[in-house]
């Protein structure tokens, strides 16, 4: 069992920056595909950056390459996602999750759906002013 707890949303505005945290407790953090998601009122979740924990390989939205990092510290089983140039439409409640996988492969090469995600934070909240 994978516990998941997110912190570090909030407000901000436009073009400014957050950082969000992702604790993860229960269960050895090593082999698993973590990922950020988010999901806006009436608009569908949306996976913004994965990342599989042994490792370090990457995978990112277009809507966020190149403007959100994910990144990890395995001493800490924490999961990060730095978040720059932000924008309104940005503006979400967002969701760290895990699976666990065999292989990057199953992760970054043939990512899964959210539906595969076993374990969910209870997400936090970031909102970007114009």
């Known amino acids: 069992q994978v516990r998941l707890a997110e912190s570090g949303g909030g407000s901000v505005q436009a073009g400014g920056s957050l950082r969000l945290s992702c604790a993860a407790s229960?269960?050895?953090?090593?082999?698993?595909?973590m990922g950020w998601f988010r999901q806006a009122p009436g608009k569908e979740r949306e996976a913004v950056a994965r990342?599989?924990?042994?490792?370090?390989?990457?995978l990112y939205a277009d809507t966020v390459k190149g403007r959100f990092t994910i990144s990890q510290d395995n001493a800490k089983n924490t999961l990060y996602l730095q978040m720059n140039s932000l924008k309104p439409e940005d503006t979400a409640m967002y969701f760290c999750a895990a699976h666990f996988a065999s292989s990057s492969a199953y992760c970054i090469t043939y990512p899964r759906a959210s539906a595969y995600f076993q374990y969910w934070g209870q997400g936090t909240q970031v909102t970007v002013s114009s």
């Open positions: 229960g269960s050895t953090y090593d082999g698993y595909c």
């Open positions: 990342i599989y924990t042994v490792g370090g390989s990457t």
